[in-house]
């Protein structure tokens, strides 16, 4: 849900939201620099939760990526699409 692909976003704390998928017990969520997730910045489990939020954005106005996939009883769903975003604007 947010931040939406192509989106700009201000601040050091960002919240991260997505749909709930039916009878999911946990999450993964990934957040990265790069599209092919190599180096992650963030890599985290939510325990069902739909939503995250990170703190420690630097608002530089650099790009990022994220994705999500569920987990149930048979396991890990694959990976949401890759969506990116932009985190505060670059210095003049």
Do not use: K, M
């Amino acid at each position: 849900i947010s931040p939406t692909d192509g989106s700009t976003v201000s601040g050091t704390s960002i919240v991260f939201e997505w749909n709930a998928v039916g009878g999911a017990t946990n999450y993964a969520v990934q957040v990265s620099t790069d599209a092919s997730f190599s180096p992650l910045f963030h890599y985290n489990y939510t325990r069902g939760a739909t939503s995250c939020t990170y703190n420690d954005f630097p608002d530089d106005g650099s790009g990022y990526y994220w994705r999500v996939r569920a987990y149930n009883a048979a396991g890990w769903g694959e990976w949401s699409s890759v969506w990116s975003f932009t985190n505060g604007t670059s210095p003049p």
